[in-house]
């Protein structure tokens, strides 16, 4: 089930609402990524308290560990991972592609070592349909082959981004047939490829489209590529594709990222940047970023964001916070990721009220300026 209504837009900025069988998602939104069944550090609780409407799984890992037997007994992600609200599941593309020379690409699909334990695996467009069906995630992604920037000092072709997206688009194919075989009653995203490759972009777009899905993703950034080379991307694919489904920009990004994204008509975004970067001790912030580890933080009394309302800064100084990040207390990590995820949800969140109230180039703009400011 998936239902999206444009409520309003200003430029290719639009403000909409998508409804799912685990429940409805205002848009423009970021989803927290939870690989493992689980955002690093934050409970179910927290994510729900700081706004999270819909969080990510990861098709790959979760099928490595605890394993389909595991997550069929419980009914799929939802009750295992006590979250009640709307997931999405990558297809497991990503991860196979991050393997390198431990996997093999064939027209069939990708032969790989297990990284948990060797054991010789095969992932088909099928078997990534037959796993995301067990899970029952309410978004499921199609199995694709991420087109890479960059690969050991070799820069992608034109003619090597045109064949991956090519498999890309029967992948899809096979993904859309498979779906539909299993009758599951959540939606398929399909998944723009095409490299840095403007044309190879619309090439994919064009294709997809007629496969009639009921969402579209643009994958292949964020793998190696300039800042400037994913910006062209985002400011020719996500506007081109059609204007009543949903548009998720996959692994982006910054902060300024995402709401340039917005402003080139991207929905749904996702990212590990606010987790991963707090268990660095690199926090966001409404002016410029921050390093916990900085001594000048050392009898710092205020909070990270005088203007945050989240718990962490709520309670606590970048003094407290800082120490534990020098002694290297587990509870740092997680302070700096509740504060950072709140960051971001609340930063789309006031996206969402900037474009109800017509509002959002002028915001976009005053963002601009805060953050460049500093802390």
Not at 14 to 41: C, D, Q, S, W
Not at 78 to 102: C, N, Y
Not at 127 to 155: A, R
């Amino acid at each position: 089930m998936l239902d999206f209504k444009v409520l309003r837009t200003e430029g290719h900025a639009r403000r909409a609402r998508l409804t799912l069988n685990h429940g409805v998602v205002e848009t423009p939104i970021f989803m927290p990524v939870g690989t493992y069944g689980t955002v690093k550090g934050v409970t179910p609780k927290s994510l729900d308290e700081m706004g999270a409407q819909i969080i990510l799984g990861n098709t790959f890992h979760l099928w490595m560990r605890p394993g389909l037997d595991v997550l069929k007994q419980f009914g799929g992600l939802h009750r295992f991972e006590a979250w009640r609200k709307p997931i999405l599941t990558d297809s497991g593309g990503f991860q196979v592609w991050s393997l390198g020379e431990m996997r093999k690409i064939s027209e069939e699909g990708v032969k790989f070592a297990s990284p948990v334990n060797g054991d010789k695996l095969f992932l088909t467009p099928e078997i990534s349909m037959q796993i995301q069906t067990l899970l029952n995630s309410d978004i499921v992604m199609q199995f694709d082959e991420c087109t890479p920037y960059d690969t050991k000092g070799h820069i992608t072709t034109e003619a090597e981004a045109h064949f991956s997206m090519e498999l890309s688009r029967r992948w899809a194919l096979r993904c859309k047939a498979e779906f539909e075989r299993l009758e599951n009653p959540n939606a398929l995203f399909g998944i723009v490829q095409g490299g840095m490759f403007e044309h190879l972009r619309q090439e994919s777009v064009d294709a997809l489209v007629e496969m009639d899905f009921p969402g579209y993703a643009v994958g292949g950034v964020s793998v190696g590529e300039p800042k400037d080379e994913m910006l062209r991307i985002m400011a020719h694919t996500p506007h081109r594709l059609p204007a009543g489904k949903p548009r998720y920009l996959m692994g982006v990004g910054t902060p300024e990222d995402l709401v340039e994204g917005v402003a080139q008509g991207v929905d749904m975004f996702d990212c590990v940047m606010p987790t991963r970067n707090a268990r660095n001790g690199h926090l966001f912030t409404r002016f410029g970023d921050l390093k916990l580890r900085n001594a000048r933080h050392r009898t710092d009394e205020t909070p990270l964001d005088a203007s945050c309302g989240c718990y962490t800064c709520a309670n606590f100084s970048r003094a407290y916070l800082h120490h534990l990040e020098r002694c290297g207390e587990m509870l740092a990590p997680m302070l700096a990721s509740i504060h950072n995820l709140h960051y971001y949800l609340n930063l789309m969140g006031e996206i969402r009220e900037a474009l109800d109230g017509g509002t959002f180039t002028a915001y976009a703009r005053q963002f601009k300026q805060d953050r460049a400011r500093g802390v």
